[in-house]
């Protein structure tokens, strides 16, 4: 399942490792060549060169770059003006100790940037540039285009992997992918988790019966969900009726029956073409007076711009007032499912989604976005044809296998 994805992210986990590794070594070679200046006596500089040790103390720094702007002249040697440039960006790390000498070295001086990552390393951190994320970062978006994420969400995505690993200065722990997994992990399940119902709990908490209506396009899975929901429910200790709410479609009564049949649970069930509103009414009626927990309604298969069958379920939305409505897609859909999603919940909002055969599915986009492209949590995910293959969905779950070594 999503073994595309997570190759993806694999390679964006080690390429970003490199670049904090190199970082690593980076600051830990800073360090070599200038802790011995560091550590040199504050003795005076060689009055003829105007050399002062690099690690002097802050406002030493900031009086002898002073000195090397005012004298320029007065270098002799490449080593002398390098001394200068040095101390100036100390003196820039000086942080408003001083005044002309400092904006002077703050212009443009990497070094005052190599200073800050050798004091981190130092500190036994390790700071990563913006810079140094660009080409990992502008394959990770790729990856994850081509992953189906949702554009919006992958953006969500890289955004957060930003503003975790750039700048910020990360304990440099012992392994510096943790450092990149963790910022990855942090923002999938950001875009994964979302608030809303837990759907166990709503079978729990709601009064019963508790009304249970699936909606999305046709082919996708939802009388075969339905039917895999009718043993998860029971294995939970709830009963449950089918109703047959696919009026429209020529054999949707048998296939359902069929499902009812091998799974020895009660089904209600009306002519082809007869109101919808009204199978799902009577399935009601039928489970209060038998004492059923659970109706699950299946619903023709439509788009969300066929008006007619959106009225049928706007109708029964008024009529039955379900407890959830659950909108099913297919996670092979990829980006044709997310926008489904977005569209049918814009048309008669959802509770939360299934996501079916998501054991056909290497790319992993639509798991990874459909929640926040929602606002809705998935429910489910489809891992297969037989009645035990559904999934009760975490995302901690999911993030931790996609990020599985
Ligand atoms: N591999 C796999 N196949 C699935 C899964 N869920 C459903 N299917 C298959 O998908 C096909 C369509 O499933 P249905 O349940 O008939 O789909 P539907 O949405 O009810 O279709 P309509 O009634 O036409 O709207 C069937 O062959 C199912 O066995 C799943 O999680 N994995």
């Given amino acids: 399942m999503f073994d595309g994805l997570k190759d993806r992210l694999g390679k964006f986990r080690s390429d970003a490792e490199d670049v904090a590794e190199e970082n690593a070594e980076e600051v830990e070679e800073a360090e070599d060549e200038e802790t011995p200046e560091s550590e040199a006596p504050t003795e005076p500089a060689d009055a003829d060169t105007g050399e002062t040790p690099a690690e002097a103390d802050e406002s030493e720094a900031a009086e002898t770059a002073a000195e090397a702007e005012a004298e320029p002249e007065a270098s002799e040697s490449e080593a002398a003006s390098e001394a200068a440039e040095s101390a100036a960006s ?60 949702e554009m919006g969400v992958a953006q969500e995505i890289l955004d957060q992997i930003k503003a975790d690993l750039v700048g910020e200065e990360k304990k440099f722990t012992t392994s510096t992918d943790e450092v990149v997994r963790e910022a990855l992990k942090d923002a999938l399940l950001s875009v994964i988790s979302v608030d809303g119902v837990d759907f166990d709990d709503a079978i729990e908490q709601s009064e019963k019966p508790v009304v249970v209506i699936f909606t999305g396009v046709n082919g996708v899975g939802k009388t075969t969900s339905i039917a895999k929901l009718t043993k998860y429910l029971r294995d939970n200790g709830h009963s449950s ?3 047959n709410g696919d009026t429209y479609r020529a054999g949707a009564n048998q296939q359902i029956e069929e499902h009812a049949a091998n799974l020895d649970v009660d089904i209600i069930t009306h002519e082809q073409g007869g109101d919808p509103t009204a199978v799902i009414y009577d399935a009601v009626e039928y489970a209060e007076a038998n004492d059923i927990d659970v109706v699950l309604g299946d ?46 919940n814009d048309a008669v909002p959802v509770d939360g989604s299934i996501l079916t055969k998501a054991d056909a599915d290497s790319q992993g ?35 931790e296998d996609l990020l599985g070594d």
Wanted: avoid cysteine.
């Fill in 90 to 149: 100390e003196a820039a790390e000086a942080d408003g100790e001083t005044d002309e000498p400092e904006s002077e070295a703050d212009s443009g001086s990497s070094r005052a940037g190599f200073a800050a990552r050798a004091k981190s390393a130092v500190r036994g951190r390790v700071v990563i540039d913006e810079e140094d994320l660009e080409d990992p970062l502008w394959e990770l978006e790729m990856a994850l285009l081509e992953s189906d994420v």
């Fill in 241 to 243: 009726v089918l109703a």
């Fill in 299 to 344: 619903t023709a298969g439509r788009l969300h711009t066929s008006d007619d069958l959106m009225q049928q379920l706007e109708k029964i939305g008024r009529v039955v007032d379900p407890d959830l409505t659950v909108f099913v897609d297919e996670a092979v859909a990829g980006q044709d499912a997310v926008n489904r999603a977005r569209e049918f």
């Fill in 365 to 399: 986009g639509a798991a990874i976005s459909i929640a926040h492209v929602t606002g809705k949590p998935i429910f489910f995910l489809g891992t297969g044809q037989g009645y035990d293959d559904l999934v009760k969905f975490d995302p901690e779950a999911l993030v």
